[in-house]
């Protein structure tokens, strides 16, 4: 118990090197993008309070999906300009200030708000490489005029179940081939770095063969999903074109028995970092999603997500209960202190995102 005081009291030791308990728990919050309601920033916000601690980002919507009617961080684009600039304005390093506008069914900047609009994946394939570039390069300058410097976009999953209700029925894959998808999201990937911002390709290990719909509960691909669901992330690891790559939370036995792939060291770990030879940021999907949250606690789900190679934890706050960057702190904190959690996965995860600060 004495030891345990003393831990808290004053360092944890990892390779020689002392760290104030204050020390980690700003690594932590570097780890971490939170969803957060406002249109506006006031001094007194937690957002505000949570960026002037460390928070490594933050994610946009447009809508509060618990009353569509309200605005939940996007009105048009002069006001989101402004909330942007305030928010990287508060933190002593680079924010990452994320979104999802992929095109098609999933845009948070719309029309009306003074956005170009994107045909979803499955049209621009159609319509070639020069509609694409065209259109992923107005895309890119929208963001980069508004200040968002990442986008969780392109999905590079493959189009094998034409049943599949996420991801192929709604149009965000660039087709059932490899070599479509990489053609068209390569180009994706370039017109964002062009306006440097970070790219995120989407959903590893592979969301395209799916039944399910992993925002809805569990999703078991185990008799669906196929090895070449891997061959854009080898094109794009092979030739150092990845910024970040996203985590799927989808079950397959035949990759770990256990767990889904967000929170399963067989697969981030053993089969991309190692296998295939990732060695970037890996982030999760949403950890709030029901894949998720309705199997795993959130010290669970927290513990299994760093521990399995995941560097940046996603946390959208699409709920009416938002999780604060302070439970996230103190669950990892004291799971670090418990040994459940080795510190020298927190040291790691911040050094590939400065490294990827670097980028932008």
């Known amino acids: 118990m004495k030891v345990?005081?003393?831990?808290?009291l004053f360092v944890v030791s990892s390779f020689g090197q002392n760290y104030s308990k204050s020390d980690i728990e700003k690594m932590i919050a570097?780890?971490?993008?939170?969803?957060?309601?406002?249109?506006?920033?006031?001094?007194?916000?937690?957002?505000?309070?949570?960026?002037?601690?460390g928070l490594g980002g933050v994610i946009l919507f447009d809508k509060d999906p618990n009353d569509k009617t309200?605005?939940?961080?996007?009105r048009n684009k002069e006001q989101l300009k402004k909330l942007n600039n305030e928010l990287?304005?508060?933190?002593?390093?680079?924010?990452?200030?994320?979104?999802?506008?992929?095109?098609?069914?999933?845009?948070?900047?719309?029309t009306d708000m003074g956005f170009v609009d994107t045909l979803k994946a499955?049209?621009?394939?159609?319509?070639?490489?020069?509609?694409?570039?065209?259109?992923?390069?107005?895309?890119?300058?929208d963001?980069?005029?508004?200040?968002?410097?990442?986008?969780?976009?392109?999905?590079?999953?493959?189009?094998?179940?034409?049943?599949?209700?996420?991801?192929?029925?709604?149009?965000?894959?660039f087709g059932e081939n490899s070599s479509e998808v990489i053609k068209y999201s390569s180009i994706f990937v370039d017109e964002l770095k062009k306006e440097n911002i970070i790219s995120v390709l989407k959903h590893f290990p592979g969301h395209g063969s799916s039944l399910a719909d992993s925002h809805l509960g569990f999703v078991d691909i185990t008799k669906t999903w196929n090895k070449k669901e891997l061959e854009p992330y080898k094109y794009f690891i092979n030739n150092k074109k990845v910024d970040v790559i996203m985590t799927a939370h989808?079950?397959?036995?035949?990759?770990?028995?256990?767990?889904?792939?967000?929170?399963?060291?067989?697969?981030?770990?053993?089969?991309?970092?190692?296998?295939?030879?990732?060695?970037?940021?890996?982030?999760?999907?949403?950890l709030q999603m029901s894949a998720i949250s309705k199997h795993y606690d959130l010290r669970t789900t927290l513990r299994l997500a760093i521990n399995s190679g995941v560097n940046l934890l996603l946390f959208a706050n699409q709920l009416a209960k938002p999780i604060t960057l302070k439970e996230i702190i103190d669950t990892v904190y004291s799971d670090i202190l418990s040994e459940n959690i080795s510190l020298e996965k927190i040291i790691e995860s911040n050094k590939k995102i400065d490294e990827l600060l670097g980028k932008i």
């Open 4 to 8: 345990f005081i003393l831990l808290i």
């Open 88 to 110: 990287q304005s508060i933190s002593k390093q680079k924010l990452l200030i994320s979104i999802d506008q992929e095109g098609g069914v999933v845009q948070r900047l719309k």
């Open 30 to 53: 570097k780890m971490v993008i939170l969803g957060f309601n406002g249109e506006i920033l006031s001094k007194n916000s937690q957002i505000y309070k949570d960026i002037e601690f």
């Open 70 to 74: 309200k605005v939940k961080n996007i």
């Open 143 to 173: 963001l980069n005029d508004v200040g968002i410097n990442l986008d969780f976009a392109p999905v590079v999953d493959l189009a094998l179940n034409k049943n599949n209700k996420v991801i192929v029925t709604r149009g965000r894959s």
């Open 250 to 286: 989808v079950f397959n036995e035949n990759l770990d028995k256990n767990y889904p792939a967000t929170l399963s060291y067989n697969v981030n770990t053993k089969l991309l970092r190692e296998e295939l030879k990732y060695d970037g940021v890996l982030i999760t999907d949403d």
């Open 122 to 141: 499955s049209e621009v394939a159609q319509k070639g490489e020069e509609f694409a570039k065209n259109s992923y390069k107005a895309l890119a300058k």
